[in-house]
């Protein structure tokens, strides 16, 4: 009976979500999708985003803060909806959340990239601090030692995105102007390894008139945390779904840009758990 309750009352209870501004809302937006009944916590760090600028140990300090305060909310998981952080979460970040599982958004790519032949070429690309830590070739063969991978930090990608330069002559550019790299030349896949780049996603496939597969993270990361919560028994069956959206620093133009990437109207509310 016990036991019951435990369960019963824990299913009720939010997934956390974080990232340094809104890309992490693609991951949010596609765990809505996949799971309607889920209640989502949303927090934002705009006081410092972008964090793929920022260093390893500042980005540990910022995701400890985030997760102790996404804690006090009594998140039953908690995603780092956001690579670069997801890059540097070693156990000292991890640890801190005791009985709360927390997710990546870099695991479930691997898993799903794993399957592809080890004959096929992958291209990554992602912010400086995802890109410098290689923790995708690094995952990557581990699993096939053979497995060519090939990188290319993208720093003015999430910026572009951020600003709402979607679908634009001046994305385009842009966007032609990585992907021409020598660095990417003869992939046969691409992964999106930053939460912004769902968001350009057919913008990328146009690029290469759809004869490289890219590789759609953010459904693929939620159907993996649906795939989680069915299996600890954690799954919410009510469907009144809530959804609350924190930021470190509110601005209106960010509001309008969180709606975009969620797909709905929202409403921020401003707590800065740094000061």
């Given at each position: ?155 003015l990608l999430a910026p572009m995105i951020e600003e709402g330069f979607i679908n634009e002559e001046i994305s385009n550019t842009i966007i032609a102007n990585y992907l021409s790299s020598t660095q990417l030349k003869n992939i046969n896949h691409l992964i999106l390894a930053c939460t912004h780049y769902p968001l350009i996603q057919q913008e990328i496939k146009k ?69």
């Amino acid at each position: 009976m016990v036991l019951f309750l435990y369960f019963y009352i824990m299913k009720k209870y939010p997934i956390g979500i974080f990232d340094s501004g809104i890309g992490g809302l693609t991951i949010a937006n596609a765990i809505k999708s996949v799971l309607p009944n889920e209640n989502i916590i949303y927090y934002g760090d705009t006081e410092h985003l972008p964090y793929g600028e920022k260093s390893k140990e500042a980005i540990q300090s910022f995701s400890k803060r985030i997760i102790r305060f996404l804690l006090t909310k009594r998140c039953k998981i908690i995603v780092i909806a956001c690579n670069s952080a997801s890059s540097v979460a070693d156990e000292s970040v991890t640890n801190i959340a005791c009985n709360t599982s927390i997710f990546n958004v870099i695991d479930p790519i691997i898993a799903e990239v794993s399957k592809i032949s080890t004959k096929d070429n992958i291209g990554v690309i992602g912010t400086k601090a995802t890109i410098s830590s290689g923790i995708y070739e690094e995952k990557l063969k581990k699993l096939c030692r053979n497995r060519k991978i090939k990188s290319l930090a993208t720093p003015l990608l999430a910026p572009m995105i951020e600003e709402g330069f979607i679908n634009e002559e001046i994305s385009n550019t842009i966007i032609a102007n990585y992907l021409s790299s020598t660095q990417l030349k003869n992939i046969n896949h691409l992964i999106l390894a930053c939460t912004h780049y769902p968001l350009i996603q057919q913008e990328i496939k146009k690029y290469y008139r759809n004869n490289v597969n890219v590789i759609d993270s953010a459904n693929i990361v939620a159907n993996y945390i649906a795939k989680k919560l069915e299996e600890d028994n954690l799954l919410n069956n009510e469907k009144l779904s809530e959804y609350n959206f924190y930021v470190s620093n509110y601005t209106d133009s960010f509001e309008k840009s969180a709606r975009f990437f969620f797909e709905e109207v929202i409403k921020l509310e401003q707590v800065n758990i740094f000061s």
